[in-house]
DNA sequence: CCGGCTACTTGTACGTTGTACACCTCGCGA
DNA sequence: TCGCGAGGTGTACAACGTACAAGTAGCCGG
């Protein structure tokens, strides 16, 4: 348990967190580093480690937390039709999580398989939602990864060769009509093939 | 332009790729370091770089250096029937190739849309496919990043989540059959859709 | 046959990175 | 009042990519 504040500099994992996003966001990947994350934080580089265990802990936790948000409201709201709406929009949703910090594009693609909390709920959560659009428990195995990868490959391509800067609503639009056209083909082909594994 | 052999050590732009993969898939990518680069032509570390402008030019030469037998075999043979085929073909053999590097695999994710020469036939082969297939060509923009990102990004994560172990041809097969099953759904939405973009 | 030019390689070195080890120094509970 | 332990600091190391200047071998014009 870490007090809230105090004596030294009084450090929080969630405030060593923050400050890499900062960094990362403003500066870049490359320029997240140890020493400037301390700095940035008035503190000696290795204070940090009682609060990461490493750098890569550091950017597990920070690809992980940049998708809090994605597929935690409630499954079933009101109509159980449009369970493929409810798919897609799980999907879109990962995808704009990824768009929102361009900067980290390339630490989700290595992490695709990555076991962190989140991206297991997202994993968790695609799964049934496949199952509730008829695909034979069996056949998701597959068609999960296919899936997701298909998204963070997509966001991370997009980012690649639009170097990262056009990535505010008016620009994203073309991109994510595109991944939504391209998530409904895969859709096509998973709801309807009997999945080979 | 560099001579074949004969003073100090007889260093090569192609003995130091060589070696460069040697290491990679003995020892791993994180092994392979300019030193141990060096070490291993018995040579010292700044000799590399006569022969490579720095060391993201050299993976970048790796990564391009593993696509160089894809789509070279010439375009129609006999049939010109069965377009989606050979398309379905290229696709395959791009995955087949990454999947014979596995030690390369997070290095194509990020540099998923590099200009090397070899991506950049298998695009352009791809793109001319696409419309052999009668997709418009304006649509093919979009079409050919879909499909080479879903290829990429599977491979990796198939060598991702089997631990680049199971490489082999006998295990190899059910992950194949996983694109070639996905990448037909792929391609059946990009020869229906007129493809937004 | 010789002298220099050029291509290649070396020695040395700098700055930066992640991170381990030992020590210090508070504030709290007994 | 007195430890004790959490949260820091200082110092240090090994490894990295790579720049700079010097050296050395071979080839070519004379």
Redesign the interface.
Known sequence: MPRDLGQHAGLTRESVLDAARIIASEQGLGNLTMRSLAKRLEVAPNALYGWVASKTALLDALVDDALKDVGVSPLSTTDDSDQRGRLTKLLLDTFDAIMERPEL??LF??R??SPGPNATRIRVKVRQLLIDNGVAAAGTD?AV??LL??V???A??VL??HGAKLLDEPHLG?AR??VA??I???L???TK?P???
């Open positions: 594009a390339t693609l290595d695709a398989a597959a990864p296919i990868v298909h963070i490959g997509f991370a391509f690649q060769t073309p009509n595109l056209t391209s409904s083909w895969l096509n082909g998973v093939t999945a080979t594994a």
